[in-house]
């Protein structure tokens, strides 16, 4: 049985700004550096097999205080989805010139944002991620950190959960460094605090 421990980043510069990140973005804000350090606390507790990472700056701020001198493996496939031009827009911005679109997505419709992927885009690499930890056994790994972003964790808790593409909206927004947890395709855990609220 493998256990998958998804942690959101800490808060970044652009949450803070109310800007869409998708693949780009800024690294944490002082809050979110205070949400990582809570995190990395609160982890203290868990036995880790293996730890799997975004690459983006977020992320990997997020993990620092947690990591030490633990190997973590770098997976493009956890990154946030990509929401091409909307990334450093406010969202007062996006809504203002795209009204239409920004309305279809949050009533379900799966529309790429900013000409850039849709949740069944990223639920088919998130997926991918997941069925490569899930079969791997040369290492053995039974409980998998894995440090991610809202995203990834809606669109793995909206495919265990069996909601069709799009409807990842449905689900609570994860908050930032708050635990999904996922266990043998069974969601055991949903937007688990870790410390210092949203």
């Known amino acids: 049985m493998i256990e998958l421990i998804l942690l959101r980043h800490g808060e970044s510069v652009w949450n803070a700004e109310d800007r869409y990140q998708g693949q780009q973005g800024t690294g944490l804000s002082a809050r979110g550096r205070d949400q990582a350090k809570a995190a990395a606390e609160y982890l203290q507790s868990f036995v880790f097999d293996a730890i799997v990472a975004s690459d983006l700056q977020r992320v990997q701020e ?79 790994a039974r409980r998998v950190l894995v440090g991610t972003h809202g995203g990834p964790i809606r669109a793995a808790a909206a495919g265990v959960l069996g909601l069709p593409a799009g409807r990842e909206m449905v689900l609570e927004a994860p908050g930032n460094c708050s635990l999904t947890v996922l266990r043998s395709d069974r969601l055991v855990g949903y937007n688990v605090p870790t410390g210092v609220e949203r």
């Open 62 to 140: 997020t993990l620092e205080p947690y990591v030490g001198n633990q190997d973590v493996q770098v997976d493009r496939r956890w990154r946030e989805i990509d929401v091409g031009t909307w990334s450093g827009r406010t969202f007062a911005e996006v809504y203002a010139e795209e009204p239409e679109v920004v309305t279809a997505f949050a009533r379900g419709e799966d529309v790429a944002r900013g000409g850039g992927e849709t949740f069944r885009q990223l639920r088919t690499r998130v997926a991918e991620a997941i069925r490569e930890l899930t079969t791997t056994t040369s290492s053995g």
